[in-house]
């Protein structure tokens, strides 16, 4: 399988891409381990992950700290490879890919949102907004259009031309959302999206995704501490000691 | 990414680290200048050396008393005292067509109360021509060879750099003074009026032009020479017999005389002025390479300050080579700005130094090309040295962003995002 480029930069998706998107899974984890082995001895960080997410769903994961779930998900982002076990992300193995076509994967199926907003305080939220089309060779017409259509709909176009600095946090965490959801891709992973904010924002926040989620039917999979939070979405995967302890449908 | 979306980011990211850049772009513009400018200065120097050259007649040999020349070295013990004797013997000699026989010191002029510390050479003006034959006078002028009184002025000397109205003027009488030594050990004073009959016209020579010449006994007389002369110009029949007369000379008074000529002169003079040249290009050199180590240092820190910047690109799509691209843009962008400021700074430098006024200094005996200070001469900037120092530096700088470029594009997302 291979994900490629033409020569103008738009994505181009092969044949197996456009099999995978007939799918109605948007993400499959199949016996997915992660073992670090160090001076201090085997470190079991995941254990023989196995589930599946429908297109659609908004699934949360939840566990105590250190039990794997942020682990879990570098993983199902490609940032990092597993031990063994396959994850497949619209019926694509992603692992077989090398990391060049990881990185095109990355850009065209997969949309992160992280806890500390990780934004580029120096350029315009516009210009952090289109990121993700500016990376896969979108026109500066249409990436604009894009960015400013999410902005809108997110409700801070008005943002446009400011840096993200002078933004509140939950306002810098719906420039982040925006980002994911820049090049349209199949599943949205957050860490611990609304970490950083107070109770009311980060409802707020939340709120968002949910509303992404039912709205427009986006896939979304959360890592979150919040257990009120994880109730509230479509179904909680709690890890325990790099194991899947349960899987809750809400 | 598009290459515009690459120069956008690295261009932001260069402007967001304004004092550093500033500065780093400082180190690289200093380099590029240095270089500029001596390769400018070695140029003019050349080219001032050359015009020189093709002012001197190429069949005299300068002959002075004792074995030191142009090559460095003192008289011997044993020097030989220039007189009517050696001169006879040397017009006797094959190939040569005559002897023009010199005294040479240094004296005050004195005109309407203005004082000049000059060169005066004593020999019989109309010969001048016989080692400058291009040489002309301003209108006015009269040689007169047998006037004990009469005094032939270079042009420096008439007209100081400066200057707004003429230190002396056709027909104008000078004042000479010449201090020096007795036997006894008094200091002496000794100063002659003479008339100005004639004014040289600006002949390419620094040394020539900042003489004064008069009559050759009234030289022997007032810088006391007890008929010994400094220097004697031998001419040849042309160019082609030099080589032969210096060897029978040589034959004949061995190291008790010193020979020279303009071309070695000038070639002595040309490679000291490249080695020079070279030596400083040299830390112009240096200078660049610094400026080089500043941008791996700027963009190394960059890469640290930027490590979860990078590790959000990495984790949205940017590819290695895009991360890579946008480091090396950083960089050139850094030496094309410097260099182009230092092309345009080493340029305005160099006209900068070259335009105040300084004195010669020349060769030993007789008129011999000048010597010319460092800013005698306008400097030339020929467009390949320029686009050679321009691609220098920016090569310079591209490659000593490899290294940031580099280690940036390899980080993993990860550990990138992962960083504090």
């Known amino acids: 399988m291979s994900l490629s480029r033409d020569k103008s930069g738009t994505r181009q998706a092969t044949t197996l891409v456009s099999r995978a998107n007939e799918t109605a899974n948007a993400l499959e984890v199949r016996g997915l381990s992660k073992i670090y082995d160090s001076t201090a001895g085997r470190v079991v960080a995941l254990d023989n992950i196995n589930f599946t997410v429908k297109k659609g769903e908004f699934v949360s994961i939840v566990g105590p700290s250190g039990s794997g779930k942020s682990t879990l998900l570098n993983m199902v982002g490609a940032l990092d490879r597993p031990t063994v076990g396959q994850v497949l992300i619209n019926g694509i193995d992603i692992f077989a890919l090398n990391d060049s076509q990881i990185a095109t994967m990355r850009n065209s199926l997969i949309g992160f949102i992280f806890q500390s907003f990780n934004l580029i305080n120096r350029t315009t939220v516009l210009k952090n907004v289109k990121l993700p089309g500016t990376i896969s060779g979108m026109s500066v017409s249409e990436a604009n259009e894009r960015a400013m259509k999410i902005l809108d709909a997110l409700g801070i176009g008005d943002k446009a031309s400011q840096k993200p600095i002078n933004l509140s946090g939950g306002q810098q965490q719906r420039v982040a959302i925006a980002r994911a959801l820049v090049n349209n891709p199949a599943i949205i992973l957050a860490d611990e999206p609304t970490g950083n904010l107070d109770t009311k924002t980060g409802d707020d926040v939340f709120d968002m995704l949910k509303m992404l989620s039912r709205k427009f039917n986006r896939t979304i999979i959360m890592v979150t501490h919040n257990p009120e939070l994880a109730e509230s979405t479509d179904r909680s995967i709690l890890i325990r000691d790099g194991g899947i302890e349960k899987d809750v449908i809400n | ?420």
Request: glycine share 10%; proline share 5%; no cysteine.
């Open chain 2, 1 to 420: 990414m598009n290459p515009s979306d690459i120069f956008s980011l690295a261009y932001d990211a260069l402007v967001d680290r304004k004092v550093r850049t500033i500065l780093t772009v400082l180190m690289v513009v200093l380099g590029a200048s240095l270089v500029v400018v001596i390769n400018g200065l070695s140029e003019g120097q050349s080219a001032f050396l050359q015009q020189q050259l093709n002012s001197l007649a190429s069949n005299v040999i300068t002959a002075t008393s004792g074995s030191h020349s142009y090559y460095g070295g003192a008289s011997s013990q044993s020097s030989l005292i220039l007189n009517d004797v050696i001169v006879n013997k040397l017009r006797s000699l094959p190939y040569v067509t005559q002897v023009v026989p010199m005294y040479s010191g240094s004296v005050t002029i004195n005109s309407y109360g203005n004082v000049q510390r000059v060169s005066i050479v004593g020999m019989d003006p109309t010969k001048l021509t016989v080692e400058l034959p291009n040489l002309q006078f301003v209108d006015g002028s009269n040689l007169s060879p047998s006037d004990r009184s009469a005094a032939v002025v270079g042009d420096t000397i008439a007209n100081p750099p400066g200057a707004t109205t003429p230190f002396v003027t056709v027909g104008q009488t000078l004042k000479i003074t010449y201090s020096y030594t007795d036997s006894s050990g008094k200091s002496q004073q000794e100063s002659r009026n003479f008339l100005v009959s004639a004014i040289m016209t600006p002949s390419g020579n620094p040394r020539i032009d900042n003489s004064l010449i008069i009559n050759l006994d009234a030289a022997n007389q007032i810088l006391h020479k007890s008929n010994r002369y400094d220097s004697l110009l031998i001419q040849t029949q042309d160019d082609t017999y030099v080589n032969t007369v210096q060897q029978e000379i040589t034959d004949i008074y061995g190291k008790n005389i010193g020979l020279n000529t303009p071309q070695a002169f000038i070639q002595v003079r040309q490679q000291t002025a490249q080695g020079n040249a070279m030596f400083v290009e040299m830390i112009g050199l240096i200078a660049l390479v610094v400026g080089a180590v500043g941008i791996v240092t700027t963009l190394y820190n960059s890469v640290t300050e930027r490590i979860r910047e990078i590790g959000t690109m990495k984790a949205i799509g940017a590819q290695n080579a895009a991360i890579l691209a946008l480091f090396l843009v950083e960089a050139a962008m850094i030496g094309v700005i410097g260099a182009s400021l230092g092309l345009a700074t080493g340029i305005v430098g160099g006209y900068a130094m070259t335009s105040f006024p300084s004195h010669q200094a020349g060769g030993p005996g007789g008129f011999g090309p000048g010597g010319g200070s460092i800013s005698s001469f306008p400097p030339i900037f020929l467009p390949l040295d320029l686009i050679r120092v321009w691609l220098l530096s920016v090569g310079l700088a591209v490659a000593a962003g490899i290294f940031p470029a580099w280690k940036a594009s390899k980080l993993s997302p990860m550990v990138a995002l992962r960083r504090e």
